[in-house]
């Protein structure tokens, strides 16, 4: 079985261009989410997606948006990047339900010079 | 405020010793509680959860985890440590209104000396 997928696995970007970073969730899961994780910061929580619609929402700026398509894959979008934006950015799947764990990616590193 | 506590930030051990790494929590009923390991520039892998039930829980790897309500707390624990385990350890947890989004603690990086 497929574990989650994370494309591309790293990136470099110019501040102030726009990056989207791609997500292919365990077959079966129908629960995306995402989060940031800086050396300063930690693991950061961004969005969640369920059946297409974003069921929560972490505190960032709305430079950071996400959409989930119909069958469960997820993007997150990155508008006007800040070299603070620079991290690894890793994706969860999920079953949803109350006795259920989340799967990580491998992650996509993202350098914004 | 709903929080993870993990207060060791670094911890040394021969290969061979016991481990623990501790980790508390702060929510006003029981978590969902998870060990994640994060080897570098690597994703997160699930080592155990905690959903109810017995409150020892076994893992991958030789791991287990013991829940105590009364210390809101979730400690890690393997009794002999490979090099392989060298890697950030991460205590996370979900509440049941929270949909999937889970609170991670800020980790402790395991170092393991021949």
């Known amino acids: 079985k497929a574990g989650v997928t994370q494309t591309p696995r790293y990136l470099i970007k110019t501040r102030g261009q726009q990056v989207t970073l791609s997500c292919s969730p365990i077959?079966?899961?129908?629960?995306v989410s995402w989060y940031q994780q800086t050396p300063g910061q930690g693991l950061q929580f961004l969005f969640e997606?369920?059946?297409?619609?974003?069921?929560n929402k972490g505190n960032f700026p709305g430079r950071f948006s996400g959409r989930q398509f119909s069958n469960s894959r997820s993007e997150m979008n990155v508008s006007t990047l800040e070299l603070g934006d620079s991290a690894l950015y890793l994706c969860?799947?999920?079953?949803?339900?109350?006795?259920?764990?989340?799967?990580f990616g491998q992650g996509t590193r993202l350098t914004v010079v | 405020a709903q929080s993870v506590t993990q207060p060791d930030i670094h911890i040394t051990v021969s290969e061979g010793a016991s481990l623990e790494l501790r980790c508390n929590y702060s929510?006003?009923?029981?978590?969902?509680l998870f060990w994640y390991v994060q080897s570098p520039g690597q994703g997160l892998q699930l080592l155990l959860k905690?959903?109810?039930?017995?409150?020892l829980v076994q893992g991958i790897k030789g791991f287990e985890a013991e829940f105590k309500r009364s210390q809101s707390s979730f400690n890690l624990r393997k009794p002999s440590v490979h090099w392989s385990d060298a890697a950030e350890y991460f205590c996370a947890f979900r509440t049941e209104g929270g949909y999937q989004k889970v609170t991670f603690g800020t980790g402790t990086k395991l170092q393991v000396i021949p």
């Open positions: 929510y006003g009923a029981t978590p969902y």
């Open positions: 997606y369920f059946s297409e619609t974003q069921r």
């Open positions: 969860a799947s999920s079953f949803m339900g109350r006795n259920t764990e989340a799967f």
């Open positions: 905690y959903f109810s039930g017995d409150t």
């Open positions: 077959s079966g899961h129908r629960s």
